[in-house]
C-alpha cells in the first residue's frame, strides 16, 4: 500500500535518473514535518523541500485560477478589453500608483541594503509608461478564443481549427514589475494566470494587485482568482507551482541555474515549459553591415539592462578594422547616456583588434553592492560568453571577432540563451543563412530589446 512520507533521516538514500542516489542532509532531515513534500529533480539529484503551508497556498491559489478559467470561457471579450483598459488607468493615474510607487520604492530601499540588484527593479517612469502602453496594446489585440484560424473542405463535411485556451499558466520570475502587465496577456486568449515573484519585488507585486489588477478585474465584471499572486517570497512556492498537476504550462524568467531547475521540475511534472535564464541578447554583423547601422543598434541595445540586453557582439574578422571602432564607439555612448563608463570583455584572440588602452584603463563601475574599480577591459574564456553580464549603470558586453556568420551563429547556439539574435546586414541572402544556423526564436535585424 502507497504510506505517506512523513520524516527524513541524515543520509538516507534517494535514487534519482534511474542509475544514481542522492543523500539527504542534516539540514533537510531537521526541517522536514508530516504534509511537507519532497522534489527530487531527476536531472540533478537536487533535494527540494516543499513545506506544507507552501503547498497549500499553491493548491488554493492553482483552484481559484481554475475556477476563474471556467468562468472566463463565458465572459465576453468586451469584458476582457474591459479589464486592460481599467488596469492601464489605474496604473497611469497618479492617485491609484501613488501606493504601488512607494511600495516599490521601499522594495528599491531594501534590496540596496542587502547589496542586490536593483536595475531590474526600479519601476520607473519609463517602465510605469511601457506597462500602460502594454496594457493597452492587450486592450486593442484582436485575438480572442474561439476564433477559425484554419478550415478545411472536403465533400459533404468540413473541419476547423479554432483557438483555444490552455488553463492556467505558471508563471515565475525575479524582480521586473512589468512582467505583470506582460504576462496578463494570457487572459487575452482565454487562459488564466499564477505568479510568483521574487522576494525582492514582493511588495510591488502587492500593490499592483491591490491597487490596480484586482479592481480591475472586478470593475470589468471578471473573477479575481484570474490572476493569483503567490504571496510569499519562499522559493518552495515556485517549486510547488511548477509540480502542480492542474498547472498547463510553465513559464520561467530569471538567473539561469534557478530556472533550469524550475524546467526540470515542470518538465518531470509532465507541464510543458517555457524558460529563458543567463545570457541576454547576440549581436552580429554581416559582411555588408552599413556601419552607421551596426553602431546604432549597438547604442540602442544597451540603454538597459534586462534579459534582451546586448550581452556579446560578433564582427566578422574582415570587417574587424572598421567595425570593431564603431562597436566601442556605440558602447562608450550608451555609457554617457548613462553617466558612466563602459566595462568590456573581449574573448580570447580577439584582443589584437582592440585598442590597448581599454586593457590598460581602470574605470569606477558601480556593481549591486557599490562602487568598484575595475579594468575597462578584459581577456575571457571563449566559454565565458555564456555569462550574463549583469550591470547597473556601466553598460557590459563581451566581444568575439569571428572568421564568419557561421563561426557567429554557432557560438550563439552554444554559448547563448537562444532568446534573441540581431543580424545587421543589408543581403538577404545572408539573412536566410543567419536565420537557418541560428537555433533562436526571434531574429531581428537591428538593436536585440525589440523582442
Known amino acids: 500500500m502507497d504510506a505517506a512520507l512523513t520524516s527524513l533521516e541524515a543520509g538516507m538514500a534517494v535514487p534519482f535518473g534511474g542509475t544514481r542516489v542522492a543523500r539527504v542532509s542534516p539540514e533537510l532531515a531537521a526541517a522536514f514535518r508530516p504534509g511537507d513534500a519532497l522534489v527530487v529533480v531527476q536531472t540533478t539529484g537536487d533535494l527540494l523541500h516543499v513545506p506544507a503551508d507552501a503547498l497549500a497556498l499553491v493548491d488554493l491559489s492553482v483552484g481559484a485560477a481554475c475556477d476563474a478559467f471556467a468562468t472566463l470561457a463565458g465572459a465576453d471579450a468586451d469584458a476582457v478589453s474591459a479589464f486592460y483598459d481599467g488596469f492601464a488607468a489605474r496604473l497611469a493615474d497618479d492617485v491609484s500608483f501613488a501606493p504601488v510607487a512607494a511600495a516599490n520604492a521601499a522594495d528599491v530601499a531594501t534590496a540596496r541594503e542587502r547589496g542586490r540588484s536593483t536595475t531590474r527593479l526600479e519601476l520607473s517612469s519609463a517602465m510605469r509608461t511601457a506597462m500602460v502602453d502594454g496594457l493597452r496594446s492587450w486592450r486593442d489585440n484582436p485575438t480572442r478564443p474561439g476564433a477559425l484560424v484554419e478550415a478545411v473542405e472536403h465533400p459533404g463535411w468540413r473541419v476547423e481549427q479554432r483557438r483555444a485556451p490552455l488553463g492556467v499558466v505558471g508563471f515565475v520570475f525575479e524582480g521586473r514589475p512589468n512582467v505583470f502587465a506582460d504576462a496578463t496577456g494570457v487572459l487575452r486568449s482565454g487562459n488564466t494566470v499564477v505568479f510568483r515573484i521574487g522576494s ?105 539592462k534586462v534579459c534582451n540586453t546586448l550581452n556579446v557582439c560578433c564582427v566578422p574578422s574582415t570587417r574587424a578594422a572598421e567595425l570593431v571602432p564603431r562597436f566601442l564607439a556605440g558602447l562608450t555612448d550608451a555609457a554617457a547616456r548613462r553617466g558612466a563608463a563602459p566595462r568590456l570583455h573581449v574573448a580570447a584572440g580577439s584582443e589584437v583588434h582592440v585598442p590597448a588602452d581599454w586593457f590598460a584603463r581602470t574605470v569606477s563601475v558601480r556593481r549591486a553592492d557599490g562602487e568598484r574599480p575595475e579594468p575597462q577591459a578584459d581577456v575571457i574564456d571563449v566559454a565565458d560568453l555564456g555569462t550574463e553580464w549583469e550591470w547597473e549603470d556601466s553598460p557590459e558586453v563581451a566581444l568575439a571577432v569571428v572568421t564568419d556568420l557561421a563561426e557567429a551563429a554557432t557560438l550563439c547556439n552554444r554559448y547563448g540563451p537562444r532568446l534573441v539574435a540581431s543580424l545587421v546586414s543589408d543581403d538577404p541572402v545572408e539573412h536566410e543563412r543567419f536565420y537557418t544556423a541560428c537555433d533562436v526564436p526571434f531574429v531581428g535585424n537591428g538593436f536585440t530589446r525589440w523582442v
Not at 491591490?210 to 504571496?231: K, S, T
Not at 519562499?234 to 511548477?242: C, D, E, I, Q, V
Not at 511534472?269 to 554583423?285: D, F, N, V
Not at 552599413?290 to 546604432?296: C, I, L, Q, R, T
Request: without cysteine.
Open 200 to 304: 525582492d519585488a514582493l511588495g510591488t507585486a502587492r500593490a499592483i494587485v491591490d491597487h490596480a489588477l484586482h479592481p480591475a478585474l472586478r470593475a470589468a465584471g471578471l473573477p479575481v482568482g484570474a490572476v493569483q499572486l503567490l504571496d510569499s517570497p519562499s522559493r518552495a512556492t515556485g517549486w510547488a507551482l511548477f509540480s502542480h498537476h492542474r498547472l498547463a504550462l510553465a513559464v520561467a524568467r530569471g538567473s539561469g541555474e534557478a530556472v533550469a531547475q524550475l524546467g526540470a521540475v515542470a518538465r518531470q511534472a509532465g507541464i510543458p515549459a517555457s524558460l529563458h535564464g543567463t545570457g541576454g541578447g547576440w549581436l552580429m554583423a554581416g559582411a555588408s553591415a552599413s556601419p552607421d547601422a551596426f553602431e546604432a543598434a549597438v547604442r540602442h541595445s544597451l540603454d538597459r
